[in-house]
């Protein structure tokens, strides 16, 4: 099993993503995840050629479902204006790339972390997957909404995913003076 990670805060979000140990095709990998909740395995192997008329087409790795999706035009004139390679590939080509990618992109935002004074210990790429979920339950509390946005077989697995039984539990905890 994988490290154990939260969503990030939006004071989080700004000072990972403008940090000076952070290269531009990691940042544009990152604000990919946040603004589409993809996991980083299927950032690291898109191409500019998935990014069609304002939608986005690939096949997720870890599910092998399809993901067919409209992305915010200003995130595609971003990677457009940002671009790091002079192919179609917006970050890795091969197997062996994609996986490099990966890992580059967890180093840099674990140096980010620490150049940043961010404790670290529940932050990976896959909060920003996280932070994506969880900023659309708060906005919509549609639950099955969430669940189709990241392409979850099940509700249960979103609920455990932006922890929102966790954080009605915290946040009765949090409330409790009985006995003082």
């Known amino acids: ?27 544009n990998a990152l ?14 192997k898109l191409k500019y050629s998935d990014i069609q008329f304002g939608k986005l087409e690939l096949i ?3 599910t092998k479902k399809p993901q067919i999706t409209k992305i915010n035009i200003d995130l595609v004139e ?22 490099a990618f990966v890992r580059k ?9 620490d150049h940043e004074n961010i404790d670290s210990n529940f932050i990976s790429t896959h909060s920003f997957r996280k932070t994506f979920a ?4 708060n906005e919509t ?5 969430v669940q189709q946005l990241l392409n979850h077989s099940s509700v249960s697995i979103t609920q455990r995913y932006i922890q929102i039984n ?15």
């Open 134 to 137: 969880t900023l659309a339950y």
């Open 1 to 27: 099993m994988g490290k154990i990670t939260k969503a990030i805060t939006q004071n989080e979000i700004e000072l990972i993503l403008s940090s000076k140990k952070l290269k531009q095709d990691v940042r």
């Open 105 to 113: 992109v967890q180093d840099q935002m674990q140096k980010a972390c």
């Open 141 to 145: 509390k549609d639950i099955m909404f």
């Open 31 to 44: 604000i990919i995840e946040l603004n589409t909740g993809l996991r980083i395995q299927d950032i690291a």
């Open 166 to 180: 966790k954080d009605k539990a915290d946040n009765y905890r949090g409330k409790q003076r009985l006995g003082f």
């Open 78 to 99: 971003y990677l457009f204006k940002n671009r790091t390679r002079d192919d179609n590939y917006i970050f890795a080509k091969l197997d062996k790339e994609i996986k």
């Open 60 to 62: 997720e790795k870890k």
